[in-house]
Nanobody
Framework: QVQLVESGGGLVQAGGSLRLSCAASGRTFSNYARGWFRQTPGKEREFVAGISWKGVSTYYADSVKGRFTISRDDAKNTVYLQMNSLNPEDTAVYYC???????????????WGQGTQVTVSS
């Protein structure tokens, strides 16, 4: 059974940092692109960041560019999201996902984690 499990969410003050992790099990994703999405109540899930196979390229939503960094460790089958300079607008449930291709659309991702809550207080 394939599982993606996020961790590292929590409550942080504005201006602070968090590092999310997403560990995969059940199969290797070394030849998959990995991504992070987020969702707030009443809104659609939105793309946050993605990283290609072997980490050759990374891509970000404009709203997080310069503040968030995505990385991967294929030996651990894990992808990370370092989030700096957090603001209350970053409050959301964050999901990791895996796709067979570089993508920013939710429909292109085959595997999803259960999500981890990030709350940024002002």
């Amino acid at each position: 059974q394939v599982q993606l499990v996020e961790s590292g969410g929590g409550l942080v003050q504005a201006g602070g940092s968090l590092r999310l992790s997403c560990a995969a099990s059940g199969r290797t994703f070394s030849n998959y692109a990995r991504g992070w999405f987020r969702q707030t109540p009443g809104k659609e899930r939105e793309f946050v960041a993605g990283i290609s196979w072997k980490g050759v390229s990374t891509y970000y939503a404009d709203s997080v560019k310069g503040r968030f960094t995505i990385s991967r460790d294929d030996a651990k089958n894990t992808v990370y999201l370092q989030m700096n300079s957090l603001n209350p607008e970053d409050t959301a449930v964050y999901y990791c996902a895996s796709s067979p291709k570089v993508a920013t659309m939710e429909r292109d991702y085959d595997y999803w984690g259960q999500g981890t809550q990030v709350t940024v207080s002002s």
